[in-house]
Each structure stands twice: as structure tokens, then as C-alpha cells.
């Protein structure tokens, strides 16, 4: 999987990203109040109502919170269903309005305990439950393009360790 730099800042002026790491959190968004709730984000893109100007990075970009906690409280046997009709959608319908002119970034609190790192599967959602099933969360937000996905790293740290994942294009 290639990998992109978090300083290049691509990945937060458009695309689709899922990140784990606070300090790219810490470079999106100044408070609180530029943070997006994953049921807000589902409502506009119910609506089809996004606003003009994104809360997050000087208008660039909308941070969502909460998608883990959706996931976490759904059955195994619920959240590949909840990803295709709702989350997927989501994505989608930000692209659709947006193109390449914004970043919808997905924001994973538990941090890298969150993923499984599979080489043929990309990153894999574990839930705290290790009993649950782990999931292909990729499949469904980036539409199973393994191949275009980009790990974020820094070129601060020296292990190379992945802070997120980065699209272009999710459709």
C-alpha cells in the first residue's frame, strides 16, 4: 500500500480519510465546534443539505466523530448493513456535492487499537468486543479500491506508523 505524507496536506483538502491519530485531528480542527456528529453528517446527507462553507479546516473539511460508537453498538450481523444503507450513502452524496473541492474525514477515538492492519485487506475495524467480528470498513466506505488507498504517515516519525488512510476518489 503506497503511503502519503500527513504534512503534504492533500488528504484534508479532498478525498476521504479515515484517521485514528490526534495529531491529525489537532491539524484539522481548533475546538470542538468544527467537529460534525456522525447523526448531523447522516441528516444532511439525508437532506441532501450540505452547508457551503465545512466547519473544519478553513471551510475545506468535515470532521465526523461517532461512526465507531455507531458500529460498537450494532450486532455483527447489523453493521455491514448499516455501512451499505447509510454510511456508503453518505460518503457519496458529500462526493457528489463536493467532487474534489473538500475532504470528509472520518475520526476513529480508540486509535489504532480500532484496526487490524491485513496486507490483502487494507485495515480492518475491530471491535472492543474481541469476540465480534472484525470488519472491512474500507469495502464500504471507499467502495473496496484497495489499490488506491494511502496510508497517512509523518515524515516525523521515524517507525512510519499509519495515523489514517486517504482516497481521492471515494466513489
Request: hydrophobic share 40%; proline share 6%.
Given at each position: 500500500?503506497?503511503?502519503?505524507?500527513?504534512?503534504?496536506?492533500?488528504?484534508?483538502?479532498?478525498?476521504?480519510?479515515i484517521?485514528?491519530?490526534?495529531?491529525?485531528?489537532?491539524?484539522?480542527?481548533?475546538?470542538?465546534?468544527?467537529?460534525?456528529?456522525?447523526?448531523?453528517?447522516?441528516?444532511?446527507?439525508?437532506?441532501?443539505?450540505?452547508?457551503?462553507?465545512?466547519?473544519?479546516?478553513?471551510?475545506?473539511?468535515?470532521?465526523?466523530?461517532?461512526?465507531?460508537?455507531?458500529?460498537?453498538?450494532?450486532?455483527?450481523?447489523q453493521?455491514?448493513?448499516?455501512?451499505?444503507?447509510?454510511?456508503?450513502?453518505?460518503v457519496?452524496?458529500?462526493?457528489?456535492?463536493?467532487?474534489?473541492?473538500?475532504?470528509?474525514?472520518f475520526f476513529?477515538?480508540?486509535?489504532?487499537?480500532?484496526?487490524?492492519?491485513?496486507?490483502?485487506?487494507a485495515?480492518v475495524?475491530?471491535?472492543?468486543?474481541?469476540?465480534?467480528?472484525?470488519?472491512?470498513?474500507?469495502?464500504?466506505?471507499?467502495?473496496?479500491?484497495?489499490?488506491?488507498?494511502?496510508?497517512?504517515?509523518?515524515?516525523?516519525d521515524?517507525?512510519?506508523?499509519?495515523?489514517?488512510?486517504?482516497?481521492a476518489?471515494?466513489?
Amino acid at each position: 500500500m503506497e503511503e502519503i505524507e500527513v504534512e503534504a496536506g492533500v488528504w484534508f483538502k479532498r478525498g476521504c480519510s479515515i484517521i485514528w491519530d490526534n495529531r491529525c485531528l489537532t491539524r484539522l480542527v481548533k475546538d470542538n465546534s468544527e467537529i460534525t456528529p456522525i447523526s448531523t453528517a447522516l441528516r444532511m446527507s439525508k437532506a441532501n443539505s450540505w452547508p457551503d462553507k465545512l466547519p473544519a479546516s478553513s471551510g475545506r473539511a468535515m470532521v465526523v466523530v461517532g461512526l465507531d460508537g455507531c458500529l460498537e453498538s450494532l450486532e455483527d450481523d447489523q453493521r455491514e448493513k448499516w455501512l451499505r444503507e447509510h454510511v456508503k450513502p453518505l460518503v457519496l452524496s458529500f462526493y457528489r456535492k463536493f467532487q474534489n473541492e473538500a475532504s470528509l474525514i472520518f475520526f476513529f477515538e480508540r486509535g489504532t487499537a480500532s484496526f487490524i492492519d491485513h496486507i490483502d485487506e487494507a485495515f480492518v475495524w475491530q471491535p472492543t468486543n474481541k469476540q465480534g467480528k472484525p470488519l472491512p470498513l474500507v469495502k464500504f466506505l471507499y467502495g473496496g479500491r484497495f489499490e488506491e488507498i494511502k496510508r497517512l504517515v509523518s515524515e516525523h516519525d521515524p517507525k512510519k506508523e499509519p495515523w489514517g488512510l486517504y482516497v481521492a476518489n471515494p466513489s
